[in-house]
């Protein structure tokens, strides 16, 4: 039986990916594998090199370091473009998406305010900006109150505040001879901490020496009218229209995740599904809904478990979301 509680497909951006992702899916499921090698052509035919064949390069292990923008923006795009394609194939239809960061390219897709071609093309471009313009840093998650940060001089000087998605966790962003230096910092004070594999640092000012390149080829990317209810992390709220500048805002404006949950639980129960490769914005779901909200929180891929939620998903094994 369906728990009629309307669907919400969430997509994770930057640091929640790695090499492999959806490896066990990619010529296993006809649906995936069709949608991966059609966007994979489109990347081939922009700038002439294949997003899976670096994605699923034997040579690598999952746990090296995937942090060539031009190759992991345009694959996490992919992966969850094609995961949330798939549920929609086997009847699981989202009432709702939901981005962080990057994630919010996948939502505007899925929700039908632009077509999967045209953010495809915007994001390979994006990165290849980024990659020849931004100055190089990084960004860290902190797992401590983020009373830390504004209480130490060493933090709060040297870094901004990237996210805040639960009490005991935020993520910061900083050039890299800042990172180093709050990197000593926590250590020193025994605070656990944790690099993200990304080599620029999104959501702070670092971003702004590149906007007059962003602004100019980023007008070619025109947003709709959403088919399908888009809950913005940028505003934490649902987006019916889209200024000009939304896409450097999702880089630029720290990600409001935690808001935009908080948005949806104070208006009902939702089944949240973690359409992103590691089963992030799960994690934060379950911490931001609280213990007496009716909600249900699940995820399809990740490192640890492969593709066995997508597959529960799938084959009915997830009672909430049989297909009837």
């Keep these: 039986m369906e728990s009629g509680r309307p669907k919400v497909f969430m997509f994770s951006g930057q640091g929640s990916h790695y090499f492999h992702m959806g490896k066990g899916l990619y010529g296993e499921n006809q649906c995936f594998t069709h949608y991966m090698n059609t966007m994979d052509k489109i990347v081939k035919n922009h700038v002439g090199w294949s997003v899976l064949d670096e994605l699923y390069d034997s040579s690598r292990k999952y746990t090296d370091p995937f942090n060539q923008i031009r190759h992991s923006q345009p694959a996490i795009y992919m992966l969850e473009y094609a995961l949330a394609r798939t549920l929609m194939q086997h009847s699981i239809q989202p009432d709702f998406v939901l981005g962080a960061s990057l994630g919010e390219a996948v939502a505007l897709t899925v929700a039908g305010a632009c077509t ?29 109150h983020i009373s830390l940060y504004h209480e130490n001089r060493e933090l709060h000087s040297h870094c901004e505040i990237a996210a805040c998605d639960q009490d ?78 939304y896409l450097w805002k999702v880089y630029r404006q720290p990600i409001n995740f935690r808001r935009a949950v908080e948005y949806l639980e104070s208006r009902g129960a939702y089944d949240y599904i973690d359409v992103g490769p590691s089963g992030t914005l799960c994690g934060f779901v379950k911490h931001i809904k609280g213990a007496y909200s009716h909600s249900q929180c699940m995820t399809t891929v990740t490192p640890f478990t492969n593709n066995a939620g997508l597959e529960a998903i799938l084959e009915g094994l997830v009672p909430c979301l049989s297909i009837s």
Excluded: W
């Excluded at 915007?122 to 313009?133: H, K, M, S």
């Design 116 to 144: 999967m071609e045209d953010c495809l093309i915007c994001i390979i471009d994006q990165a290849v900006l980024f990659n020849n313009y931004c100055r190089m840093g990084g960004m860290l998650t902190i797992l401590g």
């Design 168 to 245: 005991n966790h935020f993520i910061v962003s900083a050039s890299e001879e800042n990172l180093t230096r709050i990197e000593t910092y926590l250590r020193e004070y025994n605070i656990v901490y944790h690099r993200l594999p990304v080599q620029y640092a999104f959501h702070s000012a670092l971003l702004d020496e590149i906007k007059p390149r962003f602004d100019a080829f980023n007008a070619r990317l025109r947003l709709g009218r959403p088919s399908i209810t888009l809950i913005s992390s940028v505003f934490a709220q649902p987006m019916h229209s889209f200024p000009e500048d």
